[in-house]
């Protein structure tokens, strides 16, 4: 099993930054893949970002691409994920996840994913 814990969420003024952090614990030596998703009320839940454990190759969603860096602490059995240029559409609990070994079906959906956190509220807000 393992055990994501995610914080770093908060109120954030739309142009302002913040990072996420997501730890990981249990067997950590399973995964393959960390990434954030996120969901706003009566939405689906979208992917975000996404990063291999190993080799740190690194994916995005368009709508964060190019104001986003997902990174990770292997000391620390940590990710992050930093957002600048906030937007009230950023909006949602943002939620980490694991995928525990290589799948064919990649690391952009939400079904690919074997452990999920609690989630962490982020508002983008004046």
């Known amino acids: 099993q393992v055990q994501l814990a995610e914080s770093g969420g908060g109120l954030v003024q739309p142009g302002g930054s913040l990072r996420l952090s997501c730890a990981a614990s249990?067997?950590?030596?399973?995964?393959?893949?960390m990434a954030w998703f996120r969901q706003a009320p009566g939405k689906e839940r979208d992917f975000v970002a996404a990063i291999t454990w190993s080799g740190g190759s690194t994916y995005y969603a368009d709508s964060v691409k190019g104001r986003s860096t997902i990174s990770r602490d292997n000391a620390k059995n940590t990710v992050y994920l930093q957002v600048n240029s906030l937007k009230p559409e950023d909006t949602a609990v943002y939620y980490c996840?694991?995928?525990?070994?290589?799948?064919?079906?990649?690391?952009?959906?939400?079904?690919?994913?074997?452990?999920w956190g609690q989630g962490t509220q982020v508002t983008v807000s004046s």
């Open positions: 996840a694991a995928q525990k070994g290589y799948k064919a079906s990649g690391v952009r959906g939400a079904n690919s994913y074997d452990y």
């Open positions: 249990g067997r950590t030596f399973r995964i393959y893949a």
